[in-house]
């Protein structure tokens, strides 16, 4: 993390603007608040990304009190794979650089490209909006954190290059449930977490928050909420992992449920949006 923030540091002086990325689903927690320092007196486009796995609702709600706030954030919500809500950005990205490209034209300099450095925590879309937006393949995606290992120069046509950049998490989480929440969206590596207890975590919330999403994704004939307590213990949330597991047909040697394979579906299934459009803020 050290290694890409002087990375970011270096390369900033280099562009025009700063594209910063968030998850839609757990928009305060997957900003990291270092950005704020570093990309200190450069233009920005805040983008909530994975629009398309969020409750429409909490992130419309979400949005227009940060556009109240601050009415140049210039902050939007859009699936980062939808070629209308990419070319949305690009028509927000000349807005905001329209001033800069006015100055250079008065200068004669003509159609010099718009440099911009895309931002953002471990697995947030970086590289799935700047291939989005050139159109192809140009930026190394995978569906964990750590993939983009350096800086990566990507041209948006003949006007606009984008700078692909590694994600940056912060030292400390002062705030441990902000912790959870990017490890639920996988914004951290697996192997630090014990799943199970991720899907417990998961588990607890759906129920409160999002009734019937696990038993109408597992054809669970069971009504969750009323067989349980509304605040579940671990041996009640590994209750229901077994009963997961037995429809999902997840079964040990001996025919005993797998409730460790049963909380990795679960986890799986969330980030993937197979359990509905859903925020954990």
């Known amino acids: ?93 000349r807005e905001v650089c329209r001033e800069k490209v006015e100055h250079d034209r008065k200068r004669g300099i003509i159609n010099r490209p718009v440099k911009a450095m895309v931002l953002g925590i471990p ?25 983009t290992k350096g800086k990566q120069w990507i041209s948006i046509g003949s006007n606009m290059l984008l700078l692909d950049t590694p994600g940056i998490l912060w030292p400390k989480f002062e705030d441990r449930k902000a912790g959870i929440r990017l490890a639920l969206i996988g914004s951290m590596p697996d192997d630090l977490f014990d799943r199970t207890e991720l899907a417990y975590v998961l588990t607890r919330y ?9 038993e109408k994704r597992y054809s669970m004939d069971i009504d969750l909420k009323n067989r349980f307590s509304e605040h579940p213990g671990n041996e009640e949330l590994s209750e229901i992992m077994g009963l997961l597991a037995a429809g999902k047909g997840l079964l040990k040697k001996g025919g005993e449920p797998d409730t460790d ?3 990795a579906v679960l986890l799986d299934d969330f980030r993937s949006g197979k359990l509905g459009r859903i925020s954990l803020e």
């Open 123 to 147: 697995n947030v879309g970086k590289s799935t909006l700047i291939n989005a937006m050139a159109g192809k393949s140009s930026a190394k995606v995978g569906n964990k954190p750590g993939v």
């Open 261 to 263: 394979r049963a909380a």
């Open 206 to 214: 759906l129920m409160n928050n999002y009734f019937g999403a696990i």
């Open 1 to 93: 993390m050290t290694k890409a923030r002087r990375m970011i540091e270096e390369q900033l002086k280099l562009v025009d603007l700063v594209i910063e990325i968030a998850d839609a689903r757990i928009p305060v927690s997957s900003r990291n608040p270092d950005i704020d320092t570093l990309i200190s007196g450069k233009r920005r486009v805040l983008i909530f990304g994975k629009y398309d796995l969020a409750d429409p609702v909490r992130t419309k709600s979400f949005l227009d009190g940060v556009n109240d706030k601050n009415a140049n954030n210039n902050a939007i919500a859009i699936d980062l794979r939808n070629r209308k809500d990419t070319d949305k950005l690009n028509g927000i990205i």
